[in-house]
């Protein structure tokens, strides 16, 4: 693009009015699927100039003027209800189906047919959950969208393909412009992500080619890592990947904001870890390296939880470094949130080893006990325990960017899949909530 | 497969218990998708060891134990006509949707994970096609596996390909198998149908890469053909493509007996049309050259229909042949509908001529006039006017094999595809089934 | 080809000179290089078009026409040895040589910018060895082009491909083309021996994409192949390939008569048996079924050793199956070479078991000790010893075709490939011609 | 790399002698083929390892004791000479070659079997191009792999691909590093280079899949460019590609140092026309915007045709801008050859009008009349000329960077390529040295 671009454009009445005769042309489509879905082509192309409101305003029509009919649904379920447990059931039953269904749905598919328009339909998605925040009335919209782009990019038809230097330059910058978790400051820096000691993997839908859904980065090494800068160092030496034994998950990202609901990362890292083991039969071990996105934010909400954590002999070592007590103003600054906050404090020579033990014991119970509807409430842990992982071991100090600082005082955590356990794990953790974890982190999490 | 291969077997009580509970255990979800998915690969292969009677007894569980409950579908009905016209009526359609979503399809799509599972879904359908026929009670589950399908083989997702002799022989195998038209005698023939004077088209789905949905073959002639034997003759000598004025679409085959329903034929010859346009400039007709596989048995049907076509000097010239008038056995020979009466028939020397002209005449007002619900009873003539074509001419002796002669008398038409004209010709059939056609052939309709 | 095709011409005295004409230009290169390509293009047309007389009276003007110019080779070689050890003798060498270099090649290498030049110029090495036989004034322009295609089918340029039933039928056509020991019958043979329990593969030349160079075939058995029919059998059930241990290579063809003297085929079966060790870790065994395709010629020619292979005993036996002794007509039908002769003979059920042990001892003795020039007079066993294989097993009645009977009594033999001695095997070979045979091949081979 | 790699070390007299033996026993092929390539393999590392002053001792090693046997030479040669015009004359040339033929060969082309090894070929050619100038010892051995490497990389054996901004990021990256005439400053600069008005086609060898061998860029416009600045800003708004009307290739580049010798040029621009004029059947006007490399260099030699260009009405305006006279220090400026002097001179606002047409003219005369063996000594005319192009127009600060102003006071040149002349040019060209230009041009070069 070239930073070039037209600007989107405010809505007039008179092309909003324009647009709601296209949306009843779709819908209705007259005249032969051909010319349908051209006039589709020109009301998506009419949707992309458009600005927020004048979106919105275009949703909205969809969502309200083309629902089902209550009075026709009504009647389907009166025959439906009426022909239970008769031969006429079945008949019934197809008719409500059809009833219920919308129109919407049927304008939203004619974009379908556009080059690009898998894309169009999950960025406009992607619109739709901006707007639906403050306006339920698009709700039904939202879920018929959802429910077609679950049929859609249902796992079946995703590719697990591997990424490298060698791939198509404008597929590494999405790359670039999608990586969550870990910023990719530069193509030097991606092309060490690259190296022949990573790997990194991607799942693509056949109509979006160039458009990672889920990529996971992966370090090959020869013991767990403690230290996500260390992976990340461009100067770092190369290792041998012959030699490893070990996979480091260190970065796990979505990327399509309009997908929110369709699942299928956790069948990502079940391919990458068999395709990892055919390729390094020496590989044992397959873990992450994952951020607690929420442990700051829940201790500052939970301030006796960090006051619990300090046991009669860390105050001592902390009175040793000058630190007074629960009241002193270092421990207010950990809590404050800002890199500075951390930052100074856990660059203090004497407090660092004094507050090592106490905070990872908090970090241990955050993720065992805090929870929300019986599942952790920090997503990540969600998201592994859920497919199958155990808290191996948390880090100290193991991110100390700025992020890493203000959100969990730099700590990291492993998130071990052991093929053996994953299955037992997960039916555990999705029937009760059982979550596995070392005899460490237990010991950690224990009051 | 070398023609070994398991036998079918017929259920047993125990073995359909079985498959019950790996049902029930589907529809649960219960453990990981990843297992869930494993359990879904063996009740396929459950599946399709089983005879015809299985299958049905199990399609039936589907359809019947794992529909929507009546009393949930009564509840959110009531809750979502309360709302309607409230601020609460977006979020009671979501529910009544979702109570009326049902487990049949979770089950069904947990298909799609394994290996092959779009065919898999595919080739159920057909099944359930078969089986519905006879048995209503399966209607639901068909529409809802069609709603998917529908959704799965939507004209965005599939790729046309253009198929030569340097295509795989695993995929050129099934054009040997679904040609429907014109048989494919033997890999010459296959060969001589994709030479440098021919082109053949087909749509695939990304799962189903050596499956072609529909395929047409064209003939890149220098006028408009009036004999498929010519056309299919190994012998004849090759044109030169690059002086081609005319595309004739001879044969047009349908693949998949599941995805009846699934419409995608009417973007093939308009996807083909642009191809061509742009590596044969010179290509001004596009045409096709079409069986009328029902004219015969309406004949039969409607004898007085027969009777009207022959004029006065008609039967003169049939009196100099020796036929006698409308009783004559010749005549009735002609509606014996077996190759033997109508080729005897045909090729009396004197007869032939004498019977040009009825014939032709019987088979314009065919095209024109047998009707049903406003849109001709040809399925040929239904598919190619609903995509814009017109009748064009009517070819005597066009076909001359055994089916060509009981199904039609040998006669053919073109239905010509004039890009300028189609849209029109499309929405004014789908309107009010109005129907273009050439002076010629309006002509001879009239009676 | 559909069977239709040019009709190759006699050429005339003008259309000669017309070619005479077009030679001198290509071999001075008026002009850009782009029209001398182009008359290139025009001349291989021409040459296509003539009859043989033509083409070797073409061959011979490129031979003799455009050769080196003794005038000139002669003072670049007195100037070269004049500076032999001075330091102007590099120069005199760059000279020497470009005094050699022929018009010839230049004129041949024009070609390769046609499309499909390289194949043109390995059809006319093709051409160009049928005609050197009788005409050795050929020789030099046959050792110039065999030079310049050495070059560019060096083995670092050739890909080693799978074939499989979804490779190209084009390239499928071919191997039924090809197949030079077995032949392939129909499309379901060749769909047969690229079944799951079998592999094919072939070196491809990038520039002739669909032209296998050499191919080979192999079974996957669990145990050493002694019968070639049974391996051939469409009607056999597949073996489970997972579970293999031997690889059996039971066909190599050479598809190119034009690439004689460019060496490849024993880079073949090393890159193969890569191949399968990787894909099927199980494979313990790779060996060859083979034919002996000079053993009957060499009987004809040398009786005595015929006569010497019986022993006592076996004159014994023979005389209980009505043998009278050597002289008795059956043996000498036995020498016969045609298929009745060797058939009538070893379907006599008393007779066949008295002639195992004889024949075999005669097959072991063939291979072992008729030799020219040091190496075996059998040129496929020449071919296996120089890659380093080891004579393993004669195999009694492995192949009852005509073909088998009259080249060989059916006897076929196994020659294994053990990765652990071929490099010794193949130095013993190459130094001295030592032959590594099995215990029990050896201990027939003795008289 | 991510800048780490071994260490280039001198060789010891003990690892010569080591390679000095591997030699040997790739020359002598002892061993199998697959075992004489592996120690090519070890010989191509040990190379790879060793700094400048081992290289070359290597080289000269293979260079001086693997040549030819001057004694097997004359000894051939007689008997040669001796056959001459007579039935031995055949074999005769046959065995003079086969003696000319020198190990040299056989030890370079075993590196073709490893991994990469065309690439190391080149690569070692481009080594012995850079020892050969101080070391003409090694000429031969250069020929020799210059004649290989020209039978390797003949037309007919690459490809041409257009590269965009979906192609693998390995090879954009030889782009950035490669491109020669218009520095590439970053990925951004990279991607506008590769948007929808432009094109770049590169050739390629199909052993060299992510290495381009020349690449040529194109700018896609509605008029003959004249200023290079313009077509590489980024900023610039996108042309419609579709209504382009003038190809301009601003930027050719060869890659491979190792390649010197080989053409392929001239094909190249020769094959971008055909597939441009497909793609954009508007186009009508294809030519460059060139540098002129040699002017500001062939002006300090020959101060005199400076002095001509000025006319009296030249001196008379350059009087009003205060330009004394042809020693005024402005003047001297303008042939230092910096870009201080250049631009400063051009810079100033009287001058700048005043300088134009004087230059101009000498920058013509330069093209025109400067030569050197009957061509231009331009480099960039000799190519263009020697490929049909004509000279068509001249532009006044048409590339105002550092590079432009000190070569050629930023004045660079359209050579169109006229697809009706291109043929006669090069002939005329190629055979006398004739130069077409535009009646313009001729103009300005007159005295």
Chains 1, 2, 3, 4 share one sequence.
Not at 90 to 119: C, H, Y
Not at 381 to 398: C, D, K, P
Request: glycine content about 6%.
């Amino acid at each position: 693009m070239n930073g070039r671009g037209e600007q989107a454009t405010e809505p007039t009445a008179r092309s909003l009015e324009r647009i709601r005769a296209q949306l009843h042309e779709c819908a209705e489509g007259r005249g032969g699927e051909i010319s349908t879905r051209q006039r589709a082509a020109r009301l998506a192309e009419a949707y992309l100039r458009l600005d927020d409101s004048g979106r919105k305003a275009v949703l909205r029509m969809i969502a309200l003027e083309f629902g089902p009919d209550p009075a026709q649904v009504q009647a389907a379920h009166s025959a439906y209800q009426a022909a239970v447990n008769t031969p006429a059931q079945w008949d019934a039953e197809a008719q409500l189906r059809a009833a219920m269904r919308s129109r919407r749905l049927r304008i939203l598919t004619q974009f379908n047919a556009i080059p690009q328009g898998v894309k169009f339909l999950v960025d406009l998605r992607a619109d739709l959950l901006r707007f639906v925040v403050d306006d339920p009335q698009l709700k039904p919209l939202d879920r018929e969208l959802e429910a077609r782009l679950s049929a859609w990019f249902d796992v079946g038809f995703l590719e697990l393909q591997r990424i490298t230097w060698a791939s198509p330059a404008a597929l590494l910058e999405r790359l670039v412009q999608y990586e969550a978790v870990h910023e990719i400051r530069s193509w030097d820096d991606l092309k060490n992500r690259l190296d022949s000691d990573r790997r990194c993997y991607a799942f693509f839908h056949p109509r979006m080619p160039l458009e990672p859904l889920i990529f996971v980065q992966v370090a090959l090494l020869e013991e767990l890592a403690d230290d996500v800068q260390r992976l990340l160092d461009i100067e770092a030496p190369l290792t041998d990947a012959s030699k490893a034994t070990t996979a480091i998950f260190y970065s796990i990202s979505a990327t399509q904001a309009g997908l929110r609901g369709v699942s299928f990362g956790n069948f990502l890292l079940k391919r990458v870890v068999d395709d990892l083991q055919r390729d390094f039969p020496r590989l044992k071990t397959f873990a992450t390296l994952s951020p607690l996105p929420g442990l700051m934010r829940w201790a500052q909400r939970n301030p006796q939880e960090l006051a619990q954590v300090f046991s009669a002999s860390d105050w001592k070592r902390l009175a040793a470094a000058g630190v007074d007590g629960p009241e002193s103003p270092q421990l207010a600054a950990l809590l404050e949130g800002t890199s500075e906050g951390a930052g100074t404090c856990l660059s203090a020579p004497q407090l660092t080893p004094a507050l090592r033990e106490p905070l990872l014991r908090l970090a241990a119970r955050y993720l065992m006990h805090a929870s929300r509807d019986d599942k952790p409430v920090d997503a990540v842990a969600r998201f592994h325990l859920g497919n199958g992982a155990r808290i191996e071991r948390l880090n100290w100090l193991a991110d100390t960017s700025t992020r890493g600082l203000t959100q969990s005082w730099g700590i990291m955590v492993n998130y071990l899949y052991d093929p053996d356990r994953i299955e037992s794990n997960l039916e555990a953790f999705a029937a009760g909530g059982r979550i596995d974890a070392s005899t460490t982190v237990k010991r950690q999490a224990k009051r």
